[in-house]
């Protein structure tokens, strides 16, 4: 995956578990889940701003790109 998913590293900074994060946010611990594991092909711009408000970072801090092209074409 080009984008690498550092959510994890900024919940521990921040000392708040996944759970109490889904519940500020609004969505499931299994989404939450499968965003910390780099595994989602997707998030809605909504969803990450509203994790960067309640974890009071920045998107960059969440998501790096790695310098690599992943070629799939079944996205636009």
């Not at 578990?17 to 809605?44: D, M, Q």
Request: hydrophobic residues 40%; negative net charge; proline residues 0%.
């Amino acid at each position: 995956m080009a984008i690498r998913i550092f959510l994890e590293d900024i919940l521990k900074a921040r000392k708040m578990t996944s759970k109490e994060l889904c519940a500020l946010v609004g969505i499931t611990e299994a989404n939450l889940s499968i965003l910390r594991s780099g595994k989602a092909k997707g998030v809605r711009f909504n969803t990450i701003n509203k994790i960067c408000w309640h974890l009071g970072c920045d998107v960059g801090d969440i998501l790096k790109f790695d310098g690599n092209l992943e070629d799939d074409d079944d996205e636009i």
